[in-house]
């Protein structure tokens, strides 16, 4: 999120046909050396995305229909220019009763009374099916939380009981809210943050999670931003044109501290952030656990504002905590030049279809996205900057963007990637405010910018935020929900044309309900192998769908699937068959079909 006046201290980024870009060689860390392909783009060139005649839309504009209503109001009307107002929420996807429908659980910013920093309730809204959602905010017991100004929700079972629970981040607290039997029927959530000891004071942005020292239950990795707050650091004399009053730069703030906390299996939580020795220099926003070098354990990459981002390598025996940061030896704190980006959101996949999970990372203006390619070895751990050879680059650097994820939205068999996006300030001085949305289509590891002139949602700017991905209607099509500032959700269905095209889905359920961020699955079909992830946070404060989705392209069956699982199990799965959601138990070899229908 970093401010346009910090350009003046970047170097340009050079534009030269066939030039060698070169990962800089910095205080003693050597990072790849890769030839272009094609020549860059410049960061200030205009978007290419609507040079061509769109074809069939791939969403629909749902939002009306569905009756999910919520707006995310960040408090700017007060006049504050306060920063926390930049960042706005996240999306949160959670099957919250049991039922096969994914429901959706939204954050809803804050307001101030005075100098008194206050939340907006955050809402759940049930899905009926049909993409018909109703609000149950009250009956699940949420109308009873006193939540704070709130940014991030995360989904995931914390106490192995088979039941997702929420973790909501946001201004000097945590709330952490246990998904429990209501007993007027159905499922209640009750707030157990007080006993879970997630004793949290600081602004947390993101949140993610996962079984780090390999004894089932998840730890929780916790972004924190900056030391903004009426009576601690407030600034108020920042511009960007000279004269006219704006959100100030990240530059005027420390970075806070981010927290790892401990589970000890017993609902409480501990924190082990000294212990492991956590660096304390990153303004954090983006958070994301996923297993990164194949040992099947969850690494931890996170996001973070102007300053080097970090990824943590699960360095630990089983039973054991241990973390090596190693991102700017790995490639993956800097981009092509050596500079740290304005980093916010982040997903991972397998793009290119190599088996190992490449990073992807929103920046801001002037700054290109990061797709970071794994070309780690089972001796090294390293990245190569791969924005502009994967055709990433045509997009331009004109973008502010917060919220992406990986999704195979024709079914062709390749991860494509959506990115929404929205100026952090209130006056930007050369672009405007609101940004259209950007739709990449994977083309065998290459990307290309889709047009969007005529199609619904894509093709008008907003201020968006959050972006979270998954099959809201079990038609085999996975959909999006998209949080912005101060303007109503969107709700899109996916409805590109995919005739003669498969699809298998898959949920992972660890032994006794053991947490599976870090788990893989390898499928092979005639048209090759493909590997998906089991991930934990991602995007930007935000939960996606837990099931992991193959899109198939033209192949009618399934020729083998394979299992890695957390505890070190290798199993292969029997009987699969396309278009269909599968569950898979570890320890039993035979999935069982989902039984929830559209």
């Given at each position: 999120m970093s401010g346009p006046s910090d350009s003046h201290f970047r170097r340009p980024r050079v534009i030269i046909a066939g030039m060698i870009t070169v990962n800089v060689f910095i205080m003693g860390v050597l990072v790849a050396v890769s030839a272009c392909s094609a020549p860059p783009a410049s960061t200030t060139a205009p978007s290419r995305v609507e040079e061509e005649v769109p074809g069939p839309p791939p969403f629909a504009d749902m939002t009306a229909h569905s009756d999910i209503n919520l707006t995310y109001r960040n408090g700017e009307e007060a006049g504050n220019f306060a920063i926390i107002e930049s960042l706005g929420g996240g999306v949160t996807l959670i099957d919250f009763d049991g039922d096969g429908l994914l429901d959706v659980f939204l954050p809803a910013g804050g307001y101030y009374e005075?100098?008194?920093?206050?939340?907006?309730?955050?809402?759940?809204?049930?899905?009926?099916?049909?993409?018909?959602?109703?609000?149950?905010?009250?009956?699940?017991?949420?109308?009873?939380?006193?939540?704070?100004?709130?940014?991030?929700?995360?989904?995931?079972?914390?106490?192995?009981?088979?039941?997702?629970?929420?973790?909501?981040?946001?201004?000097?607290?945590?709330?952490?809210?246990?998904?429990?039997?209501?007993?007027?029927?159905?499922?209640?959530?009750?707030?157990?943050?007080?006993?879970?000891?997630?004793?949290?004071?600081?602004?947390?942005?993101s949140a993610a999670w996962g079984d780090l020292d390999g004894d089932g239950y998840p730890e929780i990795y916790v972004c924190h931003y900056g030391n903004w707050g009426f009576d601690t650091n407030h600034p108020t004399d920042c511009t960007y044109d000279g004269k006219t009053r704006d959100v100030c730069q990240p530059a005027k703030f420390k970075p806070l501290p981010h927290t790892l906390y401990q589970n000890n299996r017993d609902g409480t939580f501990t924190d082990v952030t000294q212990k492991m020795k956590l660096r304390k220099d990153g303004k954090g926003i983006g958070a994301l656990l996923v297993d990164v070098n194949n040992d099947a354990r969850p690494d931890i990459y996170a996001a973070n504002d102007t300053d080097d981002n970090f990824l943590y390598m699960n360095s630990g025996k089983p039973g054991e905590l241990a973390l090596e940061e190693v991102g700017l030896f790995a490639g993956v704190a800097r981009d092509d030049r050596g500079i740290a980006n304005g980093s916010m959101g982040l997903a991972g996949s397998d793009y290119d279809r190599t088996g190992r999970a490449a990073l992807f990372v929103t920046n801001y203006e002037n700054e290109l996205p990061a797709l970071y390619k794994?070309?780690?070895?089972?001796?090294?751990?390293?990245?190569l900057h791969n924005t502009v050879p994967s055709g990433i680059g045509a997009i331009g650097g004109n973008y502010v963007s917060w919220g992406t994820g990986f999704f195979d939205f024709d079914l062709d068999g390749w991860e494509d990637i959506m990115i929404v996006s929205g100026h952090a300030i209130r006056f930007p001085t050369k672009i405007d405010r609101r940004q259209k949305p950007i739709l990449l289509s994977n083309q065998r590891g290459k990307f290309k910018p889709l047009a969007a002139g005529g199609w619904p949602y894509l093709r008008d700017p907003h201020n968006a935020r959050g972006l979270a991905l998954g099959d809201l209607d079990n038609d085999g099509k996975i959909d999006?929900?998209?949080?912005?500032?101060?303007?109503?959700?969107?709700?899109?269905?996916?409805?590109?044309?995919?005739?003669?095209?498969?699809?298998?889905?898959?949920?992972?359920?660890?032994?006794?309900?053991?947490?599976?961020?870090?788990?893989?699955?390898?499928?092979?079909?005639?048209?090759?192998?493909?590997?998906?992830?089991?991930?934990?946070?991602?995007?930007?404060?935000?939960?996606?769908?837990?099931?992991?989705?193959?899109?198939?392209?033209?192949?009618?069956?399934?020729?083998?699937?394979?299992?890695?699982?957390?505890?070190?199990k290798v199993e292969e799965i029997v009987g699969l068959e396309p278009d269909a959601y599968w569950t898979a138990t570890e320890g039993e070899p035979k999935p069982k079909k989902a039984g929830a229908k559209p």
């Amino acid at each position: 999120m970093s401010g346009p006046s910090d350009s003046h201290f970047r170097r340009p980024r050079v534009i030269i046909a066939g030039m060698i870009t070169v990962n800089v060689f910095i205080m003693g860390v050597l990072v790849a050396v890769s030839a272009c392909s094609a020549p860059p783009a410049s960061t200030t060139a205009p978007s290419r995305v609507e040079e061509e005649v769109p074809g069939p839309p791939p969403f629909a504009d749902m939002t009306a229909h569905s009756d999910i209503n919520l707006t995310y109001r960040n408090g700017e009307e007060a006049g504050n220019f306060a920063i926390i107002e930049s960042l706005g929420g996240g999306v949160t996807l959670i099957d919250f009763d049991g039922d096969g429908l994914l429901d959706v659980f939204l954050p809803a910013g804050g307001y101030y009374e005075g100098k008194k920093v206050l939340g907006h309730p955050c809402k759940l809204y049930r899905n009926l099916g049909g993409f018909k959602f109703t609000d149950v905010t009250a009956s699940v017991g949420l109308d009873k939380v006193t939540f704070q100004y709130s940014h991030g929700g995360a989904a995931f079972d914390y106490d192995r009981d088979g039941w997702p629970d929420l973790l909501v981040t946001g201004y000097n607290r945590l709330v952490l809210l246990r998904n429990e039997p209501n007993p007027a029927g159905g499922r209640k959530f009750v707030d157990v943050t007080p006993k879970s000891g997630l004793n949290d004071a600081l602004w947390s942005t993101s949140a993610a999670w996962g079984d780090l020292d390999g004894d089932g239950y998840p730890e929780i990795y916790v972004c924190h931003y900056g030391n903004w707050g009426f009576d601690t650091n407030h600034p108020t004399d920042c511009t960007y044109d000279g004269k006219t009053r704006d959100v100030c730069q990240p530059a005027k703030f420390k970075p806070l501290p981010h927290t790892l906390y401990q589970n000890n299996r017993d609902g409480t939580f501990t924190d082990v952030t000294q212990k492991m020795k956590l660096r304390k220099d990153g303004k954090g926003i983006g958070a994301l656990l996923v297993d990164v070098n194949n040992d099947a354990r969850p690494d931890i990459y996170a996001a973070n504002d102007t300053d080097d981002n970090f990824l943590y390598m699960n360095s630990g025996k089983p039973g054991e905590l241990a973390l090596e940061e190693v991102g700017l030896f790995a490639g993956v704190a800097r981009d092509d030049r050596g500079i740290a980006n304005g980093s916010m959101g982040l997903a991972g996949s397998d793009y290119d279809r190599t088996g190992r999970a490449a990073l992807f990372v929103t920046n801001y203006e002037n700054e290109l996205p990061a797709l970071y390619k794994n070309q780690s070895t089972d001796r090294q751990v390293r990245f190569l900057h791969n924005t502009v050879p994967s055709g990433i680059g045509a997009i331009g650097g004109n973008y502010v963007s917060w919220g992406t994820g990986f999704f195979d939205f024709d079914l062709d068999g390749w991860e494509d990637i959506m990115i929404v996006s929205g100026h952090a300030i209130r006056f930007p001085t050369k672009i405007d405010r609101r940004q259209k949305p950007i739709l990449l289509s994977n083309q065998r590891g290459k990307f290309k910018p889709l047009a969007a002139g005529g199609w619904p949602y894509l093709r008008d700017p907003h201020n968006a935020r959050g972006l979270a991905l998954g099959d809201l209607d079990n038609d085999g099509k996975i959909d999006a929900v998209v949080s912005h500032l101060n303007e109503p959700i969107a709700v899109l269905q996916n409805v590109t044309p995919t005739e003669g095209r498969h699809w298998v889905g898959i949920k992972l359920i660890g032994a006794k309900n053991a947490d599976i961020v870090g788990a893989r699955i390898v499928i092979e079909t005639t048209g090759g192998k493909q590997t998906k992830f089991a991930q934990g946070g991602g995007s930007y404060g935000t939960t996606n769908d837990p099931r992991l989705h193959f899109g198939l392209g033209a192949d009618t069956k399934i020729n083998k699937a394979t299992v890695y699982w957390p505890s070190g199990k290798v199993e292969e799965i029997v009987g699969l068959e396309p278009d269909a959601y599968w569950t898979a138990t570890e320890g039993e070899p035979k999935p069982k079909k989902a039984g929830a229908k559209p």
